[in-house]
């Protein structure tokens, strides 16, 4: 296992599960755009504390930067939908999302 790509790749993913640039996220981490290209590819490893920066700007915890598991496709789409859902902030959007949802999942 490479940390650096496997980190890298983690934070690409759930940067783009919250539809947010590079720009963006080194935006709001107060992070320069190279140094979150360079991680994404896996050519550099933040230090802890921009981990800590990185995990805050995507709403995770710290820990979940590193959960590298095997993902199938419907996984990887289960979990970005769930990113997504959960970053919400309408209350109604979410009880429409389920409403949809319980509908589906009878049919």
């Known amino acids: 296992?490479?940390?650096?790509?496997?980190?890298?790749?983690?934070?690409?993913?759930?940067?783009?599960?919250?539809?947010?640039?590079?720009?963006?996220?080194?935006?709001?981490?107060?992070l320069s755009v190279t140094f979150i290209g360079t991680a994404e590819r896996g050519k550099n490893i933040p230090s802890v504390k921009t981990c800590q920066k990185i995990a805050k700007v995507l709403n995770v915890p710290v820990y979940e930067l590193f959960m590298f598991e095997e993902q199938t496709e419907q996984d990887k789409r289960i979990e970005q939908f769930t990113i997504r859902v959960k970053g919400e902030k309408s209350r109604r959007k979410i009880d429409l999302i389920l409403e949809i949802g319980e509908v589906i999942?009878?049919?």
Do not use: H, V, Y
């Open 1 to 30: 296992m490479d940390l650096k790509k496997e980190l890298g790749s983690r934070i690409r993913f759930l940067r783009e599960a919250r539809k947010l640039t590079q720009e963006k996220l080194a935006e709001r981490a107060n």
């Open 105 to 107: 999942l009878k049919s």
